[in-house]
């Protein structure tokens, strides 16, 4: 990867950088990781989630190597708005598993996919539940124990919305299962702090999740079981602020369908409340 210093380029792994893109939010934490992959020496550069149409974030994007493939997580704005933009501005292509959001002839994104750019092998996961299109990216040569880049679905801090009715429960508990299976990879989320151990974040995110599902349980059991929405969330969710609170009603959605669809007992837009 070309070594370039300026304000906002930040070492994330061996062969990742990032800048924070300039859209702080409820549901954004600090901003979008913008991601750029290389390998050391290489001059060539692959940039993930482009982030928002800010033309001074997308110019340090295009400024920090020779952008040769542009890849994105999944559909929302905060991490699509601004990859046809970059296109423009670099000729690259951009690839996502939703072919709407595919610009200069890019392909859809298809799960197992072993892509090669910029000196750096990067193994496409499909793992929908917070979106239906969401996916990861593998890097197995990034580090002793590899890394991922997890879009939304493993944020640096908080836990993942269910964007439902497009992400469910029954898929985000099988993404879970397929990411916790590799191991201690350093996790490269699309919000929030780099962390350590994917194996260990995915095996707690699924915690969570069950102790959600028991708090949305015992809420039914009260409150009976036609109970709506908004009532389970007032009684699961009664310490959540209004700027989370539509967040908040979507997990509570999400998890009301799984259980009443048998989810129980099935292993199988970001933001800090689930």
Aim: glycine letters at 14%; a negative charge.
């Amino acid at each position: 990867m070309t070594s370039v210093s300026g304000p906002g380029l930040q070492r994330s792994s061996r062969l990742s950088q990032f800048i924070l893109a300039p859209n702080p939010g409820p549901m954004s934490l600090d901003g979008t990781n913008s991601y750029i992959l290389g390998a050391p020496g290489h001059a060539s550069v692959v940039v993930v989630d482009p982030g928002p149409e800010d033309e001074t974030h997308l110019g340090a994007l295009a400024r920090a190597g020779a952008v040769e493939l542009i890849l994105v997580t999944h559909r929302h704005a905060d991490h699509t708005a601004g990859s046809a933009r970059l296109h423009g501005l670099t000729g690259a292509p951009v690839r996502a598993a939703d072919p709407r959001h595919c610009h200069g002839g890019g392909d859809p994104l298809a799960h197992g996919e072993v892509l090669r750019a910029a000196g750096v092998e990067i193994e496409v996961l499909a793992t929908p539940g917070h979106t239906s299109d969401s996916v990861c990216f593998h890097l197995p040569a990034d580090g002793q124990a590899g890394s991922v880049l997890t879009g939304d679905t493993v944020l640096g801090r908080g836990t993942t919305v269910l964007d439902f009715p497009d992400g469910t429960l029954g898929d985000y508990l099988s993404s879970l299962v397929r990411l916790e299976a590799l191991g201690p990879a350093t996790v490269l989320p699309a919000h929030g702090p780099v962390l350590a151990s994917l194996e260990s974040i995915a095996r707690s995110y699924r915690a969570h999740r069950e102790e959600r599902l028991a708090q949305i349980r015992a809420a039914l059991d009260r409150l009976g079981r036609d109970a709506s929405v908004g009532e389970v969330a007032d009684a699961v969710y009664a310490d959540v602020g209004p700027s989370v609170r539509r967040a908040a009603e979507l997990s509570v959605a999400a998890q009301l369908s799984y259980l009443r669809r048998g989810g129980e007992g099935q292993g199988g837009a970001a933001g800090t409340v689930g």
